[in-house]
């Protein structure tokens, strides 16, 4: 539709530009015609009249009338409509509507050979007829008719238009297998791709598509394969997620089983051992209690269920008043545990998060430092940031282990016994509760040395007054 427009549109153009041109010429010499023709016109002087008019005529290959002021024609340079009255547009704007020139289109049937003047078959042409009056001294004596065919021009636009046609065809060919193969091209990708998408919607979450190009298609497939992936992976921490959680739970249940078993079945069991193994069931409930706990924090971190409550907190006092709350539990175990704190240590943080991270940062440092070992906890401000750091001088973690410590149950076999009471979701906790505040955690330690724990949180400085 639109090279069929454009093409009407050219063609339109052309034709109209071409036959301005024309115009403008021949206007010009029927006006010369009627300069030359005013003098001999108004003398009556025929003879010279007519051999102007053939003159003309023959060099222009048209035909030249003259009429008087009633539309009569007096010369004819073909010399067959003399005595005839002409009435046509152009011609009665001049002679009776006070215009100095007109002209208009006539279609006319003229001999084959394309001469106005000759005999025999004829052919339909389009000639175009410009009148101009014919003044002398002020006044207007009559009209000249300067009758010219433009077919020619009309040929010219009719080869074009026959020339723009084919082009249009061919154009219309190519654009046709051209716009199918693009079709197949961008359909077949997008087909694979919604078959992929059908079966990943039945659970199939493995699935890829193919990735050639560098095309938006490409991206796009890129995008879904990256995304697969990531389902993937949620997946895979899913399905892991309820196994550690099975097992977890199933440890404890276990245990409340076989000691329960152990009093019901047990006949001779006395006081004092059925006492001990209530008080182990006791810790067992204590234990899944703790677990469900942290599970709850853990998921409620995760889906941003837990509402943050910030403000601004002295950070080195924070500090101070955890370690102080954990003392009696280091003592039990007989860990040191000590506190250092540089100047104040502003943040803009929720004071019970950041109070949940330390308290789960320093029960982990006591839990797996042997007796006789030490924890020290240590606030400081490092540039525009406040630096807290829980060192021990525990079992250590191996360097393998270092990049999944912070995974949900993950245990390092040496450190992170079932024995130590941990449910495997602290560190789980503090990551996510630092990503919320903005922060950075990071985990240095050496197998046989001890750990340290490090994480950064934005420093909040009170805006300068100006003076």
């Not at 005013?38 to 002087?45: R, S, T, Y």
């Not at 006539?106 to 175009?128: C, N, W, Y």
């Amino acid at each position: 539709m639109a090279l069929v427009f454009v093409g009407f549109l050219v063609n339109s153009i052309v034709q109209g530009f071409l036959v301005d041109q024309r115009v403008g010429e021949q206007e010009k010499i029927a006006d010369d015609i009627a300069v030359a023709i005013a003098p001999n016109f108004a003398d009556a002087n025929a003879v010279a009249v007519y051999d102007i008019a053939v003159e003309y005529g023959q060099d222009l290959g048209g035909r030249v009338l003259v009429l008087d002021t009633g539309g009569v024609v007096q010369v004819d340079s073909f010399s067959k409509l003399n005595g005839v009255r002409l009435t046509q547009d152009e011609i009665e704007q001049v002679r009776v509507g006070n215009k100095g020139a007109a002209h208009g289109l006539h279609k006319l049937d003229i001999p084959q050979d394309g001469s106005l003047a000759s005999g025999g078959e004829t052919r339909s042409v389009f000639v175009m007829y410009y009148a101009s009056s014919i003044v002398f001294d002020g006044s207007m004596l009559g009209v000249v008719v300067l009758s010219v065919p433009i077919q020619d021009i009309i040929d010219q636009v009719g080869r074009a238009n026959a020339q723009m046609r084919l082009v249009f065809i061919i154009t219309c060919v190519i654009v046709v297998v051209v716009s199918f193969w693009v079709a197949h091209v961008i359909a077949k990708p997008i087909g694979e791709l919604t078959k992929v998408i059908g079966k990943m919607s039945e659970g199939e979450v493995h699935q890829r598509v193919r990735v050639t190009g560098s095309s938006e298609l490409s991206r796009l497939g890129a995008a879904f394969n990256e995304m697969s992936e990531q389902l993937e992976r949620i997946e895979k921490n899913r399905n892991e997620f309820v196994s550690d959680v099975s097992h977890e739970l199933k440890t404890p249940l276990s245990s409340m089983k076989i000691l329960i078993e152990s009093i019901i079945y047990d006949e001779n069991v006395d006081h004092a051992r059925q006492r001990e193994f209530l008080q182990d069931v006791n810790r067992e409930i204590d234990r899944l209690s703790s677990i469900i706990d942290d599970l709850l924090l853990l998921v409620s971190l995760d889906h941003s269920q837990s509402p943050m409550h910030t403000g601004v907190i002295r950070l080195d006092q924070l500090g101070e008043s955890v370690v102080k709350r954990m003392q009696m539990l280091a003592e039990r175990r007989g860990v040191a545990l000590s506190y250092e704190a540089g100047d104040e240590v502003t943040v803009r943080a929720d004071e019970l998060k950041i109070q949940q991270a330390l308290t789960n940062l320093i029960d982990n440092a006591i839990k797996y430092t042997p007796e006789g070992g030490s924890v020290v906890v240590t606030v400081v401000r490092r540039e525009d940031r406040a630096v807290v750091c829980v060192t021990d001088t525990g079992f250590g973690i191996p360097e393998e282990d270092i990049k999944h410590i912070v995974e949900r149950f993950y245990r390092v076999e040496k450190a992170r016994t079932r024995s130590a009471g941990g449910t495997g979701l602290g560190l789980s906790i503090v990551q996510r509760i630092i990503k919320m505040h903005n922060g950075t955690l990071e985990i240095r330690s050496k197998e046989g040395e001890g750990t340290s724990v490090v994480f950064e949180l934005p420093l909040f400085t009170l805006p300068q007054k100006e003076e």
